[in-house]
């Protein structure tokens, strides 16, 4: 299997343009995961999906992060406007999830976003 | 709510030094126990789990044991090596949320 697969691997734009993350989980997960990694802040969990619907956004910063799901294989999370504060290491990760028993998590390399 | 307590880094040992990094949890319900580990430029990959008060989980030498009673899951490993350079995180999951709840990370740094 190869893994959850993230693109791009590094973005650099600039402040106030478009930004998408995409994310392909591991074939036959059924939850996904955003998540956010800075120096200041560590990891932070931003949304997470099961079955393709999401479940929990409490994480998701303003409303100016959105993410969706169309299908099992595809996640991509958007942000419009972007800031420099967004500047981050953002990672996917999947899972095969149960409510009975905890399934491992599979993290995606991670997107480096640079916001000048 | 639940909440993971680290020891904060960055941590640097010589090659061959005994390593600990401390995690302490506070958690709303019973919860399983993870590490997992960062290496540069990669995400995350779960080191080793523990489910149950007195359990020890254990990987590539690692271990760490479940204690219910000091609400802690220490991790530990006798003999540490350049390539075990990472940084660790501790985390914890209640049954019936998906979520896992991670420590702030401890950044591990091994000198030949």
């Known amino acids: 299997d190869a893994g959850v697969i993230q693109s791009p691997r590094h973005e650099v734009t600039e402040m106030g343009q478009e930004v998408t993350l995409r994310c392909k989980p591991i074939?036959?997960?059924?939850?996904l995961f955003w998540y956010r990694q800075t120096m200041m802040r560590g990891l932070e969990l931003l949304i997470y999906?099961?079955?393709?619907?999401?479940?929990?956004d409490s994480g998701m910063p303003e409303d100016r992060f959105s993410a969706k799901m169309p299908n099992a294989s595809f996640s991509t999370l958007k942000i419009q406007p972007s800031e420099p504060r967004d500047s981050a290491v953002y990672f996917c990760?999947?899972?095969?999830?149960?409510?009975?028993?905890?399934?491992?998590?599979?993290f995606g390399p991670g997107t480096r976003l640079t916001v000048l | 709510g639940n909440s993971v307590t680290q020891m904060e880094g960055p941590v640097t040992l010589s090659e061959e030094a005994f390593l600990t990094i401390n995690c302490t949890y506070t958690?709303?319900?019973?919860?399983?126990l993870f590490w997992y580990v960062q290496y540069p430029g990669e995400g995350l990959q779960l080191l080793l789990k523990?489910?149950?008060?007195?359990d020890k989980g254990s990987n590539k030498g690692f271990e760490a044991t479940y204690r219910k009673e000091t609400t802690s899951f220490h991790l530990e490993k006798g003999s540490v090596q350049v390539s075990d350079s990472a940084v660790y995180f501790c985390?914890?999951?209640?049954?019936?949320?998906?979520?896992?709840?991670f420590g702030t990370g401890t950044r591990l740094t091994i000198i030949p």
């Open positions: 999906f099961n079955n393709n619907v999401p479940i929990d």
């Open positions: 523990a489910t149950k008060a007195d």
């Open positions: 074939s036959g997960h059924n939850s």
């Open positions: 958690a709303t319900g019973y919860p399983s």
């Open positions: 990760a999947s899972s095969f999830g149960t409510e009975i028993t905890y399934n491992e998590q599979f």
């Open positions: 985390a914890l999951y209640v049954f019936g949320n998906e979520k896992l709840t």
